[in-house]
């Protein structure tokens, strides 16, 4: 025999897991935003550092490789 819960337990239950699946999803996009971002700014950085290195060792009359 099934046992059927009340009404106002289901409301509860429902809701519950939503706000578990939604929080989950939410933490998700948050973690893939601050990766993609984190890896944008990583290598702008490291461009901008190897664009200046490169323009001193032109500047110096030095082979850039």
């Known amino acids: 025999m099934r046992i059927q819960h009340p009404f106002a337990r289901r409301i509860v239950i429902a ?3 939503m706000a578990m ?3 989950g ?3 998700l996009g ?3 935003i601050v ?4 890896k944008r700014l990583a290598t702008q950085d ?3 550092e ?3 290195l490169l323009e001193h060792d032109i500047a110096q ?3 850039p490789v």
């Open 25 to 27: 999803l939410f933490s």
């Open 35 to 38: 990766n993609s971002t984190e």
């Open 15 to 17: 809701f519950t897991l």
């Open 46 to 48: 490291l461009k901008r």
């Open 30 to 32: 948050i973690v893939v």
């Open 50 to 52: 190897l664009d200046i």
């Open 21 to 23: 699946l939604l929080s």
């Open 61 to 63: 009359g030095e082979s």
